[in-house]
């Protein structure tokens, strides 16, 4: 019988093309962009039979490829409307065909046994568990599968918190674990919070994760491209022995501190990877289950955790506590320690600018960016006002820092060193937005707001003849700072910069 091979590929991509012209483009791509092992999902095709000679076709020009075949039925969250029959013959055909494996899920296995068994003499066979809505308990589920002799057992579960993440991978560390467990096992699970599963379960013994192509929806959610899982995530890099990293944010899918603090990761040879995790605001105790098992070494937290984070922290630096939010986590020795480095980002850039000590300076907002900006200028002995379009909430802010409230038309009509603005206005998709649409009263503006690079605010200021400072040299500094928390080295600034711009 058949094995499948030692030395396959960590990714396959799963490919469903609505046409055979669509599937062979795609499955060509793929190939050229070196990603050699591949899923036909022939139930995509409107003729799935007319899939057989494709895959021959495909393996003639390319023998180096592993093509592994699919045909999910309708009824079991594929599209083939035939019968499990019609079904397995198909995946015999692709076989015959030069497929070097077939996927057939449980519904189906379960009921043909006999068919597993006559395609196994020829190719090995993958048995498949899928759950769209939830992750259950995943011992029973393997229990199901490992009634049907298989060559691997595929379980691909929805997760809907992080602790549906934390199961899977606490199960597949200790499926990796049982000697006797010799049939190898693929394991994820599936949406945006479970994509942390889909880049970590080939480095904890999972065979291989699936990714989506380049330019095209994925088969499944959460699915990402096989580029983004090789040269972001270096998924064939990791093991159970890398660090991990991340940012908690809800949404998170925008984030750019992957991009820079993988990069970042790379530039200085560690063994870490930097994952985005999708945590609504009720999932924070949740993800701190999670952040506890997994080798997690530290995490950004960003909207809307930076208060939150507090009360699950062993230990916050005093300057954050003041500020009372948190962006930086880290675990030394087994507690979890704060800080916020949205303070060396505020004030690094702009010191470049101007001597900080008795600098009169206007800061537009007072929400979490603000508060980290109001104490730290405060601290390096600025004379701080505050506006904002509520004047009693910027009087609150004015309060614990020692500063001026001043409505915004007061603001606009006074003259400052320089203006830091805080709010998200101007922010992508409202880029023709401002706060100070007519004279900005600073000789230095800084707008934190880094998406566009360059808003309406700071085009405005270079007009005005104002030294501008980008919400991307913030982000840059907050971030370069977390970098060295975390590593103990100095941050690669200029690779994190090309990752930023990149992006
Ligand atoms: P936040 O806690 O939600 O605070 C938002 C502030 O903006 C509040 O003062 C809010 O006042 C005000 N605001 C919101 N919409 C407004 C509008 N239409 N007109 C006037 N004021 C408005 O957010 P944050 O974390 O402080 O972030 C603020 C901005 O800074 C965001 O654009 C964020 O992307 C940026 N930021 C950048 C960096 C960086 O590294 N460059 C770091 C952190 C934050 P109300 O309460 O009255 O709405």
Redesign the pocket.
């Known amino acids: 019988m058949p094995a499948l091979p030692k030395s396959l590929s960590r990714i396959c991509v799963a490919l469903g093309s609505a046409s055979p012209a669509t599937l062979a483009q795609a499955a060509e791509r793929e190939f050229k962009d070196g990603n050699t092992f591949l899923e036909f999902r022939l139930d995509y095709l409107p003729v799935p039979e007319n899939g057989i000679a494709l895959i021959e076709a495909f393996l003639k020009t390319r023998p180096e490829a592993n093509v592994l075949a699919t045909c999910r039925l309708s009824g079991h969250s594929g599209h083939f409307k035939g019968t499990i029959d019609q079904q397995t013959r198909l995946l015999a055909k692709a076989a015959v065909a030069g497929a070097f494996a077939l996927d057939l899920e449980i519904e189906s296995a379960e009921r043909a046994t006999a068919a597993v068994e006559s395609m196994r003499e020829r190719t090995p066979v993958v048995v498949s568990y899928h759950n769209f809505e939830s992750t259950p308990s995943l011992e029973p589920v393997l229990r199901r599968l490992m009634k049907v002799r298989a060559d691997a057992y595929k379980i691909a579960t929805l997760a809907r918190k992080p602790t549906d993440s934390l199961r899977l991978v606490e199960f597949l560390k200790q499926h990796h674990r049982k000697e006797h467990h010799k049939t190898p096992l693929i394991a994820f699970t599936m949406s945006e919070q479970g994509l942390c599963t889909r880049i970590l379960s080939p480095g904890l013994g999972g065979l291989f994760t699936y990714a989506a192509p380049g330019g095209a929806d994925g088969t499944a959610p959460g699915q990402i491209p096989a580029r983004v899982m090789k040269s972001l995530y270096r998924i064939d890099k990791l093991s159970k022995e890398s660090r991990v990293y991340g940012v908690i944010a809800d949404p998170v899918g925008h984030s750019k501190s992957p991009q820079v603090h993988n990069r970042a990761f790379q530039a200085r040879w560690i063994d870490a990877v930097y994952l985005p995790f999708h945590v609504t605001q009720a999932q924070l105790g949740d993800f701190m289950k999670l952040a506890a098992k997994l080798p997690m070494a530290g995490f950004s937290v960003?909207?809307p955790h930076?208060q939150k984070i507090m009360r699950y922290l062993n230990h916050v630096e005093p300057l954050a506590k003041r500020i009372g939010a948190v962006?930086t986590v880290w675990r030394k020795a087994g507690r979890w320690r704060g800080t916020n480095t949205?303070v060396e980002?505020v004030l690094k850039p702009l010191s470049r600018h101007l001597r900080l000590a008795h600098a009169t300076v206007l800061l537009?907002?007072?929400?979490?960016?603000?508060?980290?900006a109001a104490f730290a200028l405060h601290d390096a002995g600025a004379e701080v006002s505050i506006t904002?379009?509520?004047l009693r909430?910027a009087s609150v802010l004015a309060r614990a820092v020692n500063a001026k409230a001043v409505s915004l038309a007061q603001a606009s009509d006074g003259a400052y060193d320089a203006l830091v603005h805080?709010?998200?206005?101007g922010?992508y998709p409202k880029v023709d937005?401002s706060?100070f649409p007519e004279s900005i009263p600073a000789d230095v503006v800084f707008d934190?707001?880094?998406?566009p690079y360059e808003t309406r605010l700071l085009k405005h200021a270079r007009q005005q003849g104002c030294e501008v400072i980008h919400?991307?040299?913030?982000?840059l500094?907050?971030?370069a700072q977390q970098f060295e928390i975390w590593s103990g080295e100095s941050a690669p600034r200029e690779v994190m910069q090309k990752a930023l711009e990149a992006w």
Do not use: H, S, W
Not at 422 to 425: E, R, S
Not at 471 to 475: L, P, R, T
């Open positions: 960003t909207i930076k962006n949205d980002g537009a907002g007072y929400g979490g960016a603000a508060r980290a904002g379009r509520d909430r805080a709010t998200p206005v922010m937005e706060l934190m707001v880094y998406n919400g991307a040299d913030m982000f500094e907050q971030a």
